[in-house]
């Protein structure tokens, strides 16, 4: 995972450097650990972690920033979930922007709760069935911010576990 972690850091970190834009992004990843402390259970939080382990939980942030001189809207966010872990839920305490999800890599997005065709055995039968996505099988997550003024910052994020 550790490898996986670095190389999207690199990757994502090298796209935003070489395509000048009116926004920054900067993703941080954390190993969220939960400790106790005098007997209560406090969550920790470790940035850019030196390794992590099958059942670690991953805090994604990422930091949007209008480096324009004016508001800019509809400013589409994208990240995707990194392939050795599973979505769990969006960050708390963040920004509130609507999320939108995606089950096939990024290509289409949906609000929750997310819904998808499958073929069942009934009565001896083949039926196709409408189900609902669990979040655990999202590859990707998009939110669309209405408006960033200039020079605001908006932090947004979630929590994956490691496989």
């Known amino acids: 995972m550790k490898r996986n972690v670095m190389l999207f850091t690199l990757l994502l970190g090298s796209a935003l450097a070489q395509s000048p834009s009116p926004i920054s992004l900067n993703l941080v990843m954390s190993l969220v650990k939960n400790v ?6 406090t969550e920790q939080v470790v940035a850019s972690p030196k390794s992590v382990f099958p059942g ?9 920033r209008n480096n324009t001189g004016k508001a800019i809207q509809n400013v589409p966010v994208k990240l995707p979930v990194p392939k050795s872990t599973s979505y769990l839920a969006a960050e708390r305490g963040l920004n509130v922007v609507r999320a939108e999800y995606s089950i096939d890599g990024g290509q289409t997005f949906a609000a929750a709760p997310l819904k998808k065709t ?29 408006e ?8 947004l994020g979630y929590r994956v576990q490691v496989k």
């Open 56 to 64: 670690d939980v991953i805090s994604q942030t990422v930091t949007v």
């Open 36 to 41: 106790t402390v005098g007997g209560k259970v």
């Open 118 to 146: 499958v073929t069942v055995v009934e009565n001896g039968k083949s039926v196709r069935k409408e189900v609902e996505v669990k979040p655990n099988e999202y590859t990707a997550v998009r939110w669309v911010i209405g």
């Open 148 to 155: 960033l003024a200039a020079g605001q910052s908006l932090k």
